[in-house]
C-alpha cells in the first residue's frame, strides 16, 4: 500500500498544483474539480 500524502477528512488534492489543502481553501465552480484559491 502506497500513501503519498496522508489526508484527513477535511482536506481534499487541489486537481493543479497537486497540493493537500483544508477544504475551506477550496474554490468551487470548476467543474468537477477541486481548485485551491492558489490556483483558482
Ligand atoms: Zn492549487
Redesign the pocket.
Known sequence: MTVVVPMRADEFR?S??F?VYHRSQRVCGHEEQD??R??A
Open positions: 487541489c493543479r498544483c497540493l481548485i485551491c492558489e490556483c
